[in-house]
């Protein structure tokens, strides 16, 4: 190819030593075959891919941890896909109480780095997923109700431009970019290389728990959980799962920023109902609380495919809601990752007004997302297919939908993702990017 601007980093193009391991996404279902991955290794790297791109006419997708839900996110057919993952520095300003990351860490790692050093890094259910995808979109967890979503303490960050010139943002500067990176997703603006985010002293213990009951009876915790777990004390961040019908049972994992006698006295109205299976409630030190939610997960590759769909309850579930879970659990596959995942809101969320971050969807009661898996491609359809049909029953009980896991059957899907934020994002969409070179199926498009 001719050009003028060198590709540099760590160059592999198709047919080069390590292609295969580099297209290796934790979901198998979104393994592409890009024409060429570029690891970068500073910000200069990153700036030399995109011009690279642009004077060859070949689609970019910037990625990170490899975590992306639907396909053509992070890896497209013939593209480059411009990789941060070897950049991972972490920085701690204990006396600012900030942490300046490069975004190819993963969550562990900030995590687990910053609670050695005596701070709270929020985090998910996954120690793999990428710091760089997860921020712009929100970055949900358990520790949310305390700390707000990752994207919240998110307050300066680099970025590279469809220009390939480097862009800082924060309150004072390109503030409107920094709006938009709170919660307008990846892959729209540019290639993030450093988020500076806020971090605050971590306790010397936390509580977490952990309790299962059978399957048979999800409906009835899951009717006690949504009532009880967004009005609970706001230090106590609850993820239930209920997995298939075949194989699968209902598993309650957490964290509350407090004593164990506090913890139990919280939980006594949900470790109450039912019969528990196994249940495991304990303080420990903040290092090891951490170690205990961010169980080391496969990075990759995954054997299971997943289609994932999602949204946010503002009510309880009624019954009609409860029978569409049912169907689906007793169709999805046995002894998947199937299921559905619940997280608890309110707390630090709800006080961010929906027009402060690009994040719009701050006044639900829990979020939702389901997942169907498979194994064989053969499958996929079916499975895809289950899912999306799933949206269309629960509609009427939910409200948006979460871009970080995203679903492609959504039409329209600005408003379902950014609410009343769209039109704004659109306009800054224009200013950074308006020739839309960061583009992908559900990107936000230019004016
Ligand atoms: C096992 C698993 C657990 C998860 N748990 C949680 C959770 O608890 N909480 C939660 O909020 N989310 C969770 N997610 C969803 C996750 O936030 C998204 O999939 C996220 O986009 C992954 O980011 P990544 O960098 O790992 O992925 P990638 O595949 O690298 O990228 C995903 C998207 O972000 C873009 N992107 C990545 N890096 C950059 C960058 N440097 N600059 C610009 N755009 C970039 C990509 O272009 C792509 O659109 C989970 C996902 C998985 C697979």
Redesign the pocket.
Known sequence: MKSKTRLTGRVIFKGDPGYDTARK???PH?DRFPKVFVFAQRTQDVANAIKWARENNVPI?????????ETN??QVNGGIVID?SDMKKIRLNKKCGTVVVE?GNRVGRIVHSLARQGYIAP????P???????T??????PLQRTVGL?CDNLIALE?VDAKGRVIRANKKKNADLLWATQGG???NF????KYKLNVLRAPDQATVFRVTWPWEQFERIVKVWQRWAPSIDTRLGSELSVGPKKGGNVVMLGMFLGSKTEALRLLQPIISVGTTTSKVIKQLPYTEAVTFMLAP?PILPQKFSNQFSSGFGRKPFPDQAFKTMREFLEKAEANSPAGFFFLNWGGAISRVRPKDTAFYWRKAKFYVEWNSSWVNPSDAATNIALTRETRQKLLPYIVGS?I??PDQGIKNSGPVYYGKNYARLRKIKTKYDPKNVFN?PQSIPPL
């Open positions: 996404n934790w979901d979104t997708r910037p990625r990170s941890g490899r975590h992306a839900l996110l992070s941060v975004t985090f998910g259910d996954s793999s997923v990428g710091i760089g995808g997860i712009p979109g929100g970055g949900i967890g990752i970025m997703g990846g892959g540019g290639v993030y290389t997960d979460y970080n896991v992908n």
